[in-house]
C-alpha cells in the first residue's frame, strides 16, 4: 500500500504513533532529496516557507563564481562565464515548476518590483478601466504596491474579502492581483475559475507565487495565466533576498509596456542608444544589472529540484501537513490552539498555521528547542513544510516538542516575551 496516495491523515490508525511516521518515512520517494540539503543537526527547520533550507549544491558553485569567475575572469564573465543570459536560462528552469514556458519567465528584481511592473502593464493593456482588485488578507506589500500604482496613475485600488472576489468581479477591472496561496492561512484559490472569471468580464489577473512555486505543482498556462510572480528565497531555496522571477503569457509579451524601462530591458542595451526600445518577448521585463551571485546561487539551488516529480511533491506535501493536523488534535487538546488552515488538503498550500493568544512566546520556545516556525501578528504560529527535506518523523518530533513546551509552560519565560525585530 502506498500511504503517500491517502488524502489525509484522517485515514491513518489513531492514535498515530511516531512508529506510524517512521513507516510513512520508509515509503517516502522524496526521502532520497533529503542529501540535497545542508541542515544543522538537531534542527527541525518548519521555516522553509519563509526562507528554504540551503541546497549542498550551492557553496561550491558560489565559491567557483566568487574565486573563478569574478577574481580571475573579471569582466570577461559576463561573456566566459555566462552571467548574462542568466535571468532568461534561470528563468527557464522556474517555468517549468510553475506550468510555463522557458520563455515566459525571467528572473529579476523583487516581487515588489514586479508586481510595480506587470500592475501598470496590465492596465496599460485594458485603457479606460480604472479598477486594480485585491484582497484584504493579502501580503501587504501586494496592498502597498497595488495603492501606489493606483495613486500614480490616477486608479483605484480596490480590496475586498477573499470569499467576496468572484463577486467582485466587473466591467469596472482592469486588473486583480492575488496571492494564490494566502501567507497566513495557507488557504489556495482557484486560479483556473478566478482566472477564467476575469477574463469573461475582461480583467488580467496577477498572480502571487511566493507561497506556491517549489511548493506544490502550479499550471500557470493551463490556466490561462496572464501574469505571475514569485521570490527566489522560500521554497525555491535560492538564498535570503535571492532575486524574484516574473512571468508573462506569451500572448501579452509583444506590445507590453513595462514601466521601468531600464537598459537591461532595451532591445540593443550594448547600443546605448538614447532612446528606448524594449527587447522582443520576456526580456523586456528586465530593468537593471543582475545581482549575478544571488543568481548563480539561485540557479544552483533549483538543482535540488532535479528529477523531482511535482505530483510526488504534493502527495508528500499533503502528508506531511495532514499528519501535522492530525497530531495537533491528538498531543495538543485544550492548550488554547486553533487552526487557521482548511483541514481540506487540496485547499491549503504546503504549510499550517495555528492561533494562540500566546504564540509569539510559543514560537520562541520552539526555537529555542530547535523546532524553528515563525510568527505573524496578532496570534499566527507558522509552519511550513518542505517536501523535499523534511520527514513525517521530524514532524512527530516537532508536535512532541509542542506539546513539551505547552505541558511545561517554558513557553512562559521571560526571555520568550521580548519581540525581535524579525518574527
Ligand atoms: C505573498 C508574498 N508576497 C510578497 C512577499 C515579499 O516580496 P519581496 O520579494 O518584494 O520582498 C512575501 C514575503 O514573504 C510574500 O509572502
Known amino acids: 500500500m502506498n500511504l503517500f496516495n491517502l488524502p489525509s491523515s484522517s485515514a491513518l490508525t489513531t492514535p498515530i504513533t511516531r512508529a506510524a511516521c517512521l513507516a510513512l518515512d520508509a515509503q517516502d520517494p522524496l526521502a532520497r532529496c533529503r542529501e540535497r540539503f545542508a541542515l544543522p543537526e538537531g534542527v527541525i527547520y518548519l521555516d522553509g516557507n519563509s526562507l528554504g533550507a540551503m541546497p549542498r549544491a550551492v557553496p561550491a558553485r558560489m565559491q567557483r563564481a566568487i574565486e573563478q569567475e569574478w577574481a580571475q575572469g573579471l569582466i570577461r564573465s559576463w561573456n566566459d562565464a555566462d552571467w548574462y543570459p542568466a535571468p532568461q536560462r534561470v528563468g527557464g528552469r522556474i517555468a517549468a515548476l510553475v506550468g510555463a514556458e522557458a520563455d515566459e519567465v525571467i528572473v529579476a528584481d523583487s516581487i515588489s518590483i514586479n508586481l510595480f511592473k506587470v500592475l501598470v502593464a496590465a492596465l496599460r493593456l485594458r485603457p479606460g478601466r480604472r479598477v486594480i ?16 500604482v493606483a495613486e500614480l496613475v490616477g486608479a483605484e485600488f480596490r480590496a475586498v474579502d477573499s470569499e467576496d472576489v468572484l463577486a467582485a468581479l466587473n466591467e469596472d477591472v482592469a486588473v486583480v492581483t492575488l496571492t494564490h496561496v494566502n501567507y497566513k492561512s495557507g488557504k489556495v484559490y482557484d486560479m483556473a475559475a478566478i482566472t477564467k472569471r476575469a477574463h469573461e468580464v475582461g480583467a ?3 498572480w502571487d ?24 528565497y522560500k521554497y525555491l531555496n535560492g538564498g535570503p533576498g535571492a532575486p ?27 547600443e546605448f542608444s538614447q532612446s528606448y526600445v524594449p527587447a522582443p518577448g520576456i526580456d523586456r521585463m528586465l530593468v537593471g544589472t543582475a545581482p549575478q551571485l544571488g543568481l548563480i546561487a539561485l540557479e544552483a539551488a533549483l ?28 498531543e495538543l ?7 487557521a488552515t482548511p483541514r481540506e488538503p487540496n485547499a491549503r498550500g504546503s504549510q499550517v498555521s495555528l492561533t494562540h493568544a500566546e504564540g509569539y512566546a510559543i514560537v520562541q520556545a520552539l526555537i529555542a528547542r530547535g523546532v524553528i516556525g515563525d510568527f505573524r501578528s496578532p496570534d499566527i504560529l507558522r509552519f511550513g513544510f518542505a517536501a523535499l527535506y523534511l520527514s513525517h518523523a521530524e514532524v512527530w518530533d516537532a508536535v512532541a516538542t509542542l506539546q513539551d513546551v505547552m505541558a511545561s509552560a517554558a513557553w512562559s519565560a521571560p526571555e520568550f516575551m521580548a519581540r525581535k525585530a524579525v518574527t
Open 204 to 206: 488580467l489577473v496577477v
Open 133 to 148: 482588485l485585491g484582497e484584504n488578507a493579502n501580503f501587504p506589500t501586494d496592498a502597498y504596491v497595488a495603492g501606489g
Open 333 to 339: 487538546a485544550g492548550h488554547g490552539f486553533g487552526l
Open 303 to 330: 538543482t535540488a529540484f532535479d528529477g523531482v516529480d511535482m505530483q510526488a511533491l504534493r502527495r508528500k506535501s499533503q502528508s506531511l501537513t495532514s499528519l501535522f493536523i492530525a497530531l495537533v488534535d491528538q
Open 209 to 232: 507565487l511566493a507561497h506556491t512555486a517549489g511548493a506544490m505543482p502550479c499550471a500557470l498556462n493551463a490556466c490561462n495565466a496572464d501574469f505571475a510572480l514569485g521570490c527566489g
Open 244 to 270: 524574484a522571477f516574473v512571468f508573462v503569457a506569451k500572448r501579452h509579451q509583444d506590445g507590453l509596456r513595462q514601466p521601468l524601462t531600464g537598459w537591461h530591458g532595451h532591445a540593443r542595451p550594448f
